[in-house]
């Protein structure tokens, strides 16, 4: 068995990745707490496109693709799309602004506490070495259809109802039995 690493002499993969990591946080963050929805949009997609950057240094390029494809090619072209035809406000709005804010920080705080507590007890010497190839389709493919299907089936099925549900509310011609 080999020893594990030590974490004061980090790889050049480490460093990329802790890297982009933080742009992924700070970029997230900055899509929560910028008032314009333009900006908000625009920080989401280089929040997308660091956790891309942090799958292919994962080595899981299919997923890396994937989010880019889905996440910032589609969800967030849609979410500008939806902005610019609903006529939405695009500059800053105050009626838009909460008096939540001191509760919802504290309850960041402790959510983030909370987790990075589980996440460092539950990984305190855990090391696994990165191996090439780990994310491609066909060991992705597998893996879902093997050993998750009957999960990524009921996430489609209920994915499906909300689709059902979404159109049910949105249509305005539909009165219901009075």
């Given at each position: 068995?080999?020893?594990?690493?030590?974490?004061?002499?980090?790889?050049?993969?480490?460093?990329?990745?802790?890297?982009?990591?933080?742009?992924?946080?700070?970029?997230?963050?900055?899509?929560?707490?910028?008032?314009?929805?333009?900006?908000?949009?625009?920080?989401?997609?280089?929040?997308?496109?660091?956790?891309?950057?942090?799958?292919?240094?994962?080595?899981?390029?299919?997923?890396?693709?994937?989010?880019?494809?889905?996440?910032?090619?589609?969800?967030?072209?849609?979410?500008?799309f939806g902005i610019m035809l609903t006529r939405?406000?695009?500059?800053?709005?105050?009626?838009?602004?909460?008096?939540?804010?001191?509760?919802?920080?504290?309850?960041?705080?402790?959510?983030?506490?909370?987790?990075?507590?589980?996440?460092?007890?539950?990984?305190?010497?855990?090391?696994?070495?990165?191996?090439?190839?780990?994310?491609?389709?066909?060991?992705?493919?597998?893996?879902i259809f093997r050993n998750w299907v009957l999960?990524?089936?009921?996430?489609?099925?209920?994915?499906?109802?909300?689709?059902?549900?979404?159109?049910v509310l949105s249509r305005t011609d539909i009165?219901?039995?009075?």
């Amino acid at each position: 068995m080999t020893e594990a690493p030590s974490y004061l002499s980090p790889t050049g993969q480490e460093i990329v990745f802790l890297l982009l990591g933080a742009v992924a946080v700070g970029s997230a963050l900055l899509t929560v707490t910028t008032r314009q929805l333009v900006h908000a949009a625009l920080w989401l997609v280089v929040c997308f496109g660091a956790l891309a950057g942090c799958y292919l240094v994962l080595t899981a390029e299919f997923v890396a693709w994937v989010q880019v494809l889905i996440y910032v090619g589609a969800i967030v072209v849609l979410l500008l799309f939806g902005i610019m035809l609903t006529r939405a406000p695009i500059g800053r709005s105050a009626d838009l602004d909460s008096s939540n804010r001191p509760t919802a920080v504290i309850v960041a705080i402790a959510t983030a506490a909370v987790l990075v507590t589980v996440v460092v007890d539950g990984f305190r010497m855990a090391y696994v070495p990165l191996e090439p190839g780990g994310g491609s389709a066909a060991e992705l493919g597998a893996g879902i259809f093997r050993n998750w299907v009957l999960p990524f089936e009921v996430l489609s099925v209920l994915l499906l109802a909300a689709l059902i549900g979404a159109i049910v509310l949105s249509r305005t011609d539909i009165r219901g039995r009075d």
